[in-house]
């Protein structure tokens, strides 16, 4: 089975701050790599796929790069609505593994 | 727009079994492949399992093979989890979600708001 891994597990930022999350496989993914924003109460929110590309309707002050087994998910100008928990989920080969999450707050 | 709708969790002995729906809409249900994820109180996002369009494959997480089965009736476009063996370490809440592509890239552009499953005597 593939590990995921992500860091840091948590970190504190300021409104307008710039974020960044990696996320490490224990093999290469190539590019079958995906970000989530998940909020106390509400339903997990895809943010950016296939490493990099932005899913429709989420602020481009989400980005994702990387490929093979390091990924980073970077939010620039954090906005009061951005802290949350993000997680990072591969769809290589099943079982579609989940990283643990890295927990943004203030 | 594109609406799933869990139901059937509830409380369970251990060792009990449980049966979760996802009711599709806005969308056609048999095009996309669909998967099970799960969160624990206090713990991350856990994907549980995954099943094509069509049915005909179905993938799980070793925590519950062989105690848990997926399946979908396309002509009710309804999702299914057949829980059994149920133990405290399976209290969660219980998101369906939908593939966003035809030919299943095995992650999800949409989730139902979940349903809690509290396995406990």
């Known amino acids: 089975d593939i590990q995921m891994t992500q860091s840091p597990s948590s970190v504190s930022a300021s409104v307008g701050d710039s974020v960044t999350i990696t996320c490490r496989a224990s093999q290469t993914i190539y590019t079958y790599l995906h970000w989530y924003q998940l909020k106390s109460g509400k339903a997990p929110q895809l943010l950016i796929y296939a490493a990099s590309r932005l899913q429709s309707g989420v602020p481009s002050r989400f980005s994702g790069s990387g490929s093979g087994t390091d990924f980073t998910l970077t939010i620039s100008s954090l906005q009061p609505e951005d802290f949350a928990t993000y997680y990072c989920q591969q769809s290589y080969s099943p079982p579609f593994t989940f990283g643990p999450g890295t927990k943004v707050d203030i | 727009e594109v609406q799933l709708l869990e139901s059937g969790g509830g409380l369970v002995q251990p060792g009990g079994s449980l049966r979760l729906s996802c009711t599709a809409s806005?969308?056609?249900?048999?095009?996309?492949?669909m998967s099970w994820v799960r969160q624990a109180p206090g713990k991350g996002l856990e994907w549980v399992s995954a099943?094509?369009?069509?049915?005909?494959?179905?993938y799980y997480a070793d925590s519950v093979k062989g105690r848990f089965t997926t399946s979908r009736d396309n002509s009710k476009n309804t999702l299914y989890l057949q829980m059994n063996s149920l133990r405290a370490e399976d209290t969660a809440i219980y998101y369906c979600?939908?593939?966003?592509?035809?030919?299943?890239?095995?992650?999800?552009?949409?989730w139902g708001q979940g349903t809690l499953v509290t396995v406990s005597s």
């Open positions: 979600a939908k593939d966003p592509s035809h030919t299943s890239s095995w992650f999800a552009d949409y």
């Open positions: 806005g969308f056609t249900f048999s095009s996309y492949a």
């Open positions: 099943i094509s369009g069509s049915g005909g494959s179905t």
